[in-house]
């Protein structure tokens, strides 16, 4: 089974894992990949932080799993 990106994993982690998301953060305007809070805030922590809202989340998340599924 393929790894996938969720909402409630850690930015830290996702940036960790799955470098290919990085520009797709980027692109959403989710500038704080290499912040220091990164290690411990969700994605989802940083979006809403950020006032990104719930469905230009999932279209984000759809995007870094789309993209995770390509590399494989």
């Known amino acids: ?17 799955f470098p290919e998301a990085v520009p797709i953060m980027l692109k959403f305007d989710l500038h ?12 989802e922590q940083g979006a809403k932080g950020h006032g990104m809202d719930k469905e ?6 759809a995007e870094m799993n789309k993209a995770i599924e390509k590399k494989d």
Request: aromatic share 2%; charged share 25%.
């Open 1 to 17: 089974m393929l790894a996938k990106i969720s909402k409630d994993m850690t930015l830290g982690d996702i940036v960790a894992k």
């Open 32 to 43: 704080c990949v290499g912040c220091h809070v990164a290690a411990f805030e969700t994605l």
């Open 56 to 61: 230009t989340l999932e279209k984000m998340l």
